[in-house]
């Protein structure tokens, strides 16, 4: 119970970390500078922690040598699934741009088992599975485009936070099915590293130096930095990369004691409700977004579909 509680907590943070970034966008005035920040300052942190449990950052020749290309993308995709959620948070708000990255990572997980892509195991897709997606979609549909429905009928407004956003909502779903992907294939860097945390740690560094050149020599806006920076800007616009970081490394703990599953589901409850929590209080500066009664219905047809999907 005590390691699900904290795979629970690790899960209320992805969302608190979203809208901290997005905080911190607002002040720098880009997505790629806020996600840059993000990114040095969760790489900062796995440094230290890499050191203080393997004493060397340093990769071994035979890893160069004998390793797949795709094992040193994992970075590359962090940089696009971290960003996309800042990019999209102000546009879907809490709750969306949790779900859609979510039916993303589904997709992409049960895509990789089934092939055995990146490395992993198979794992045959089942009647149990299918059951799994079918209610993980209708409750996402509950979720996402029913109340809109309804708001029409009853003549009002859709709501602005997901009326005529499917470019955006696509882009969170393609979000989700690299951040699965990236998990694949840091979990492969991990075992030819022997540490999750050096597999992290090269994952950070990676993307901090691909958003480092995007943000000095193609955006050219790496002076937006020093626009965190000042009086009335709260120091804990910095904690995203931390919050980032830290849900890495306690994954990678967590797994080999609950298992991968039961780890996976323990997260999306946290997310979810914390999702639901900051649209429906409005916290971190975001619009208040009142959950409705068809919203938590489609919460609890996820719930079960991902339980279905990750647990039986």
Not at 3 to 14: C, P
Request: aromatic letters at 12%.
């Amino acid at each position: 119970m005590f390691y699900l509680l904290i795979a629970l907590a690790i899960g209320i943070g992805v969302p608190i970390q979203t809208a901290i970034n997005s905080r911190l966008r607002s002040y720098v005035l880009s997505p790629f500078v806020a996600s840059f920040v993000s990114f040095l300052v969760g790489t900062i942190f796995l440094l230290f922690v890499t050191l203080f449990t393997k004493h060397t950052v340093l990769i071994p020749r035979d890893v160069f040598t004998d390793s797949p290309w795709w094992l040193w993308i994992g970075g590359l995709l962090g940089v696009i699934s971290l960003t996309g959620n800042i990019l999209l948070f102000p546009k879907l708000g809490g709750v969306q741009t949790v779900i859609l990255p979510i039916l993303g990572q589904i997709f992409a997980s049960m895509a990789i088992d089934h092939f055995g892509l990146f490395g992993s195991p198979e794992i045959p897709f089942s009647v149990i599975r299918a059951v799994g997606v079918v209610l993980l979609i209708g409750g996402i549909l509950a979720v996402i485009v029913l109340p809109d429905y309804f708001r029409k009928r009853h003549g009002h407004a859709p709501d602005a936070t997901s009326a005529g956003k499917l470019p955006y909502q696509l882009f969170g779903i393609l979000a989700g099915m690299m951040m699965a992907t990236q998990s694949a294939i840091n979990g492969q860097l991990g075992q030819a590293l022997d540490s999750p945390i050096h597999a992290a740690f090269i994952s950070f560094v990676v993307g901090t130096i691909l958003l480092l050149i995007g943000i000095t020599f193609i955006l050219r806006n790496v002076q937006n930095i020093r626009l965190g920076f000042g009086q009335g800007k709260p120091k804990w616009i910095f904690l995203g990369g931390i919050l980032g970081a830290f849900f890495v490394l306690t994954m990678a703990a967590l797994v080999p004691i609950l298992g991968t599953g039961l780890v996976v589901v323990a997260c999306l409850f946290g997310q979810l409700f914390c999702s639901i929590a900051i649209d429906q209080f409005g916290w971190f500066s975001t619009p208040k977004v009142p959950v409705t009664l068809i919203q938590i219905v489609g919460f609890l047809l996820m719930i079960t579909g991902v339980i279905l999907i990750k647990l039986v």
